[in-house]
């Protein structure tokens, strides 16, 4: 098809005016379809902006530059999951060290890591995906490398609260930027990518094996830094693999920013720039032209003109100065953002139902897995192998388990009749029936494997819920979206140490509750109203 700056052939309304469902239809040579319907409230002009970037996406198809993106967004992917566990494995030999309550640690690291939801998030729909995408991962890399030379407890978990700002800040920049550069076709790689969070787990697990195993002091009465650096070296070597990670995506991979956060900002001049940008870099032609976006605020609401700025601006002049410019950015932390992902009673309902499934899943998971380390230490001891070598193998082992979860959320996700909402159901109720059984253990080797069953399932839950809730929210208000329910899972991760601290861990009681949280969750993603399975995201 070649490109064309207008629509006069396509078919009108009787007083002139180009039929929106003509205009969405005829953009592109491919035709993508969207989550959203006539009734969820999404504005119309964008709504068929975003539909013409789609096909255009879907004309360019898979190519070099978003198989790069799947390398480099699955770095968020990966950090998100590492850094959680990370705590974990230092636990014990940082509370022998420095002789502190442990779960401070892991409070100190929620309060970052809700930090860094809420702000990311934000910030991505204000500032664009760019910046945030590469500073996360660089806020990260310094930090934990400066807590390896941590002095005391309290500069170790201050410490651990900052690197979590960047850790807090990946998954919801992550997911937006990879879902707003790949084709619709392909959005079942949004799911697989948390393979990059299994291998996160399972790096940091091998990676901490011989170093903590191999230079930790034994206990607590006799145990001075020097035979204590073990720790130390795993921060090091962490936070320098972060930063490897950075120089990989700042300096190595040339990234462009969204297209539809572009668009969404009035900027779609830079938007086609952008797409046309890609579909060279991917060895392919594009028809879009900026004459089709514009033809869209022509016909259904926004005149397009010399001095004008659509969307924010509306029909005012733009005003360039610098006192402008800080104005529009301070005028974007408003509600607006908020108020689009609850315009209608429908997507009101679902913005809401995955807040409360995020929320739930925040407090279930880190109440369990936040502290498998100790709990299979314990429980090991109770069964007579609770050994450093034991312990940190088992912890491979689980992170090995998580790796085919992910695969297998990706197959599971396009399925006819089960989608995503199924898929992500169905792997919630089960991860919660594994984690009752697994109190029913009685030798090591049985709570080994109901614990392989719960990484399993628990991956394939992340996999799909990571990748739903970012498809569920419209472009302009996506970063958004993702800092609340980012942020609900977080303020409830907060309350898992606050737990920790009054209750008595060595029982199965902070199991059963985890367990019970997740069959909960499981049965409210059935009631999901949208399926976003072989629909554009917009």
Not at 121 to 127: F, M, R
Not at 160 to 189: M, T
Request: aromatic letters at 14%; a neutral charge; proline letters at 4%.
């Amino acid at each position: 098809m070649s490109a064309k700056g207008s629509h006069d052939n396509l078919p009108r309304t009787d007083s002139g005016d180009l039929k929106k469902t003509d205009l969405e239809a005829h953009a592109i040579a491919v035709e993508t379809h969207d989550i959203f319907d006539d009734a969820a409230g999404v504005d119309p002009v964008y709504q068929a902006k975003a539909k013409i970037l789609n096909d255009a996406f879907q004309e360019i198809g898979m190519g070099r530059y978003q198989w790069y993106l799947f390398v480099v967004a699955g770095f968020g992917w990966f950090s998100d999951n590492l850094w959680p566990i990370v705590t974990g494995l230092i636990l014990d030999p940082v509370v022998n060290e420095f002789g502190f309550q442990g779960p401070f640690l892991k409070l100190g690291q929620n309060i970052g890591l809700l930090v860094g939801a809420a702000f990311w998030g934000v910030a991505s729909d204000v500032w664009g995906r760019k910046w945030c995408f590469n500073l996360t991962l660089l806020i990260t890399g310094i930090f934990a490398i400066a807590a390896g030379a941590s002095p005391n407890s309290i500069a170790l978990c201050s410490l651990a609260a900052v690197w979590s700002i960047g850790v807090g800040g990946n998954l919801p920049v992550d997911s937006a930027v990879f879902l707003e550069f790949i084709p619709a076709s392909h959005q079942y790689l949004l799911t697989i990518l948390s393979i990059w969070w299994a291998f996160g787990q399972l790096v940091g697990s091998l990676v901490a094996w011989p170093l903590i195993a191999d230079f930790s002091c034994a206990s607590a009465s006799d145990c001075p830094r020097a035979s204590n650096q073990g720790w130390r070296y795993f921060l090091y070597t962490m936070g320098g693999l972060m930063m490897f990670f950075f120089v990989l995506r700042f300096f190595v991979f040339h990234m462009y920013e969204s297209p539809k956060f572009l668009m969404g900002r009035g900027r779609d001049a830079e938007a086609v720039a952008v797409v046309h940008a890609v579909a060279r870099y991917n060895g392919r032609e594009s028809s879009l032209t900026l004459a089709m976006l514009e033809d869209v605020d022509r016909q259904l609401g926004r005149g397009v003109g010399k001095g004008k700025i659509q969307g924010d601006e509306g029909e005012k002049g733009l005003d360039t100065s610098a006192r402008g410019a800080m104005m529009r950015k301070l005028a974007t932390f408003g509600g607006s953002h908020v108020k689009g992902l609850f315009a209608t009673k429908k997507l009101a309902y679902s913005t809401t139902l995955l807040i409360i499934v995020w929320a739930l899943i925040g407090l279930a998971f880190p109440l369990y897995n936040g502290f498998v380390t100790f709990f299979l230490a314990t429980r090991g001891a109770d069964f007579g192998d609770g050994s450093v070598y034991i312990t940190y193998r088992n912890q491979v082992i689980l992170s090995v388990i998580g790796v085919p979860g992910a695969l297998l959320a990706g197959y599971m996700v396009e399925l006819p009749y089960l989608g995503r909402k199924g898929t992500l159901a169905i792997s919630t109720i089960i991860t919660g029936v594994f984690l009752f059984a697994s109190t029913t253990a009685r030798t090591s080797d049985a709570l080994l494997g109901w614990n392989c069953g719960f990484t399993f399932t628990s991956n394939v839950m992340y996999g799909v819920l990571y990748a739903v809730s970012p498809e569920l929210f419209p472009t302009k208000d996506r970063g958004t979206g993702n800092a609340i329910v980012g942020s609900a899972n977080r303020v409830f991760g907060i309350m898992a140490p606050i737990i920790a601290l009054y209750a008595d861990l060595s029982t199965p009681v902070p199991i059963w509750v985890a367990g019970a949280l997740f069959l909960v969750s499981g049965f409210i993603c059935l009631l999901l109203p949208f399926e976003p399975r072989g629909k554009a995201s917009i």
